[in-house]
């Protein structure tokens, strides 16, 4: 990090600065030019309140020179992580694609979605037993029931689970989950992070609806920092000013990712569009930019679904996608 201090500051001010910067456990390297003073700071600088610094009357400017993020920062861990689920494998050369309803409605509904979906060939199974719906009077999901409804599509058709968490009271339904998924609105619900932290779980981190790359970064860091560094990220779209589509799909920041972070990445083009006719062009569009798989929304009878069904695939179209997939991972290295 680095401070540039104001030219008339006085050399009270001056050491007092320095004081305070030493009292924090940092060494300083202090250059003096012509027109302005510059501070090195040197060590970690995680704990440094930049706003606080910013602050200072003498303080012209702050750059920080290291990003703010360690466990997922790919400088400390150059090769990228691999995933474990149950099997199946995010990261590296590998191509998952999770594939169920928006949510959870009854047995009979997700076990022959499950059967459809893998059968196309997706090799996680995706349904919400609690969902966050923008209106307190829409379906909410069924709960824990909705939980012991994907354990037992799970038996009948053998795909690891993904569910979404919206509260520590329930992590005990999560016990015999696969995996976690911390959905868009909960992405900066701190207390929710670092308890997901403490399990010994893969967890799958939606991007927030409204969030910066870096703080969707500092929400991994989170989790990781109480211990668990099994998390792949989703990109599910943010929001813009473009009323067309649902969200838009943020899709530099796959690269972008790719360079900050060695965790894995995928995408979810069903909320990211909330269109079903544009899951298979931004699907692909998302494997040309290097996604770590994908997360679709298939439904039996969209037309009929409690959430989502505008976004939602038909199982036939959903192994459409899938075959177009197949065609373009070997262009990207990958492999299903
Ligand atoms: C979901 O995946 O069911 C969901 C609610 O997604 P998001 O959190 O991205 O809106
Ligand atoms: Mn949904």
Known sequence: MIVTVKNQCSKREFDKLISWIKSLGLDTHVSAG?????????GDTSRVDIELLHSLEIVEAVTRIQEPFKNANRKFH??????DVKGVKFGGT???I?????????????????????EAGATMLRGGAFKPRTSPYAFQGMGVDGIKILQKAREEVGLPIVTEIMSEKYIDAFEDVDMVQIGARNMQNFDLLKAVGRLNKPVLLKRGLANTIQE???SAEYIMSEGNNNIVLCERGIRTFEPYTRNTLDLSAIPIL?????????????????LSRLVKPMS?????????GLIIEVHNNPAKALC??????RPEQFADVVKAIDVMLPLVNKER
Do not use: R, Y
Not at 34 to 42: F, M
């Open 98 to 118: 999770i594939a169920g309803p928006c949510s959870v409605e009854s047995e009979k509904q997700v076990i022959e979605i499950a059967k459809a979906v893998k």
């Open 34 to 42: 012509a027109n302005a003073t510059v501070i090195g700071l040197i």
């Open 216 to 218: 969707w970064l500092m």
């Open 94 to 96: 590998h191509f998952p």
């Open 308 to 313: 989502d069904g505008a976004q939602s695939l």
């Open 258 to 274: 790719k360079e900050k972070t060695h965790l894995p990445v995928i995408v979810d083009p069903s909320h990211a569009s909330g």
């Open 284 to 292: 692909l569009a998302s494997v040309g930019a290097g996604a770590d």
């Open 78 to 83: 150059p090769e990228d992580s691999i995933i």
